[in-house]
């Protein structure tokens, strides 16, 4: 499985933005499609966002995130972005990114607290 590392969460109050990345040194990066999924404090992880392999041509949205929430990916750079507008309190968590559907293998992920 390719070995994604995500960084970029912080604190920011509602109506914030963050944008994280996900990045790996593996050349399969290219060929993969790429997953965001979060978990916030006694719940379960969560499917955010998709993207594809070729990018834009395939992208799909967690219905909560929609309109808020935009993946995007750079090959070059073998990373995927996810920019989160508006955050709302709701949208804390720890956000992980992985192959879509997800592999058994999770990294530890970047914590994002959205609060006043």
């Known amino acids: 499985q390719v070995q994604l590392v995500e960084s970029g969460g912080g604190l920011v109050q509602p109506g914030g933005s963050l944008r994280l990345s996900c990045s790996t040194s593996d050349s399969l990066f290219r060929v993969i499609r790429v997953g965001w999924y979060r978990q916030a404090p006694g719940k379960q992880r969560e499917f955010v966002a998709a993207?594809?392999?070729?990018?834009?041509?395939?992208?799909s949205y967690e219905e909560s995130v929609k309109g808020r929430f935009t993946i995007s990916r750079d090959n070059v750079k073998q990373a995927v972005y996810l920019q989160m507008d508006n955050l709302k309190p709701e949208d804390t968590a720890v956000y992980y990114c992985n192959i879509h559907p997800p592999g058994p293998n999770w990294g530890q992920g970047t914590q994002v607290t959205v609060s006043s």
């Open positions: 993207i594809s392999s070729g990018g834009s041509t395939s992208i």
